[in-house]
């Protein structure tokens, strides 16, 4: 029987264990035990000298660094955010390169969500988007991640503006009515200074709407207001609450005296989509000391 019969008949019994041994990708462990006739300790040894093993041990570590990215091809165009460990390695030349790679398959073949993503064949490369990444981590020594990311359509009439701030720490991309340029940039500016979570107040969720209801409820119920005046009061504080959030409804950043709404109509413009990402947002990060963080790289 040949090695390779050998392999496709044990593939299922050793990919697993392979997988729990080292925390290697599914495709890496099946390559590994193809390449050494189902043998796992050599399997092991082709993962370690590849660095996916190391690779996979990165996995579990926090990346709250990183880069947005923004690339506009005719009338699609993506934002997405890559982690990495340290804020050095987001300006590596490579990791620049992956961002660009990944920015290139996400606009081409728009995958659902993450998962369809990093399982989608990476064209140029013999693997999937996932295995592009692995590499990468064995290459540059740090826990990478796809985090997330956006697809925008337009129609040939209206226009898109993009803008990057701190070398894309922050990503802003908006999908306008019209032709403006400079009004398309200005919008993407205010999105990326002002933070709009949404674009009007008929996009927020019922939940959200809910939840802080009951919140100003109970912080006016607090302030010891009586319950007469506390709906009066809850009323009027919610609509501040959705201006701050909703973007039309923002003060224009670079004229407060206006609305961003106000803004559009008097260029003729409305947005149609809007998309804003900074690195790291919401990500917990851990604070470690720094003589104890040296310690533990010097073990690896």
């Known amino acids: 029987m040949s090695g390779g019969c050998v392999v496709t008949a044990i593939n299922a019994k050793l990919v ?20 050494t006739d189902g043998d796992i300790k050599k399997a092991i040894d082709v993962l370690r000298e590849k660095g996916i093993a190391k690779a996979a041990k990165k996995s579990g570590r926090v990346a ?9 091809e005719g009338n699609k165009a993506v934002a997405l955010e890559v982690n990495s460990e340290t804020d050095f390695v987001a300006k590596n030349n490579e990791f620049k390169q992956l961002l660009d790679k990944l920015a290139g398959h996400l606009l081409k073949e728009e995958p659902a969500d993450v ?12 693997g999937t988007v996932a295995d592009y990444i692995t590499s990468a981590i064995a290459k540059i ?7 997330r990311f956006k697809v925008i359509h337009k ?31 200005d919008v993407a500016m205010h999105i990326a200074a002002i933070k709009p979570q949404y674009l009007t107040e008929k996009e927020i969720p ?14 006016a119920l607090g302030e010891g207001k009586p319950e007469n005046i506390v709906e009066k009061m809850v009323t009027g504080r919610l609509k501040k609450f959705f201006k701050e959030i909703c973007l039309v409804d923002q003060p224009f950043v670079k004229d407060g005296d ?40 010097m073990k690896q």
Do not use: P, W
């Open 64 to 72: 709250a660094e990183g880069l947005t990215e923004i690339k506009v």
């Open 115 to 126: 998962e369809e993503a990093l399982g989608q064949k990476l064209a140029g490369t013999e």
């Open 258 to 297: 206006i609305t961003v709404k106000e803004f559009l109509k008097q260029n003729h413009a409305e947005v149609n989509a809007f998309v804003r990402y900074e690195v790291g947002e919401g990500i917990e990060k851990k604070a470690e000391n720094f003589a104890d963080e040296v310690k533990a790289q």
């Open 141 to 147: 020594g740090e826990k990478i991640a796809l985090r």
């Open 16 to 35: 697993k264990e392979l997988r729990d041994l080292t925390g290697a990708g599914i495709m890496d462990c099946k390559r590994a035990l193809t390449e």
């Open 206 to 219: 019922d939940h959200i709407v809910t939840h802080e209801k009951e919140v100003l409820k109970q912080e």
């Open 155 to 185: 129609k040939d009439t209206d226009i898109f503006g993009a803008y990057l701030h701190m070398g894309g720490r922050i990503a802003a991309l908006v999908s306008l009515t019209g032709e403006n340029e400079s009004v398309a940039k």
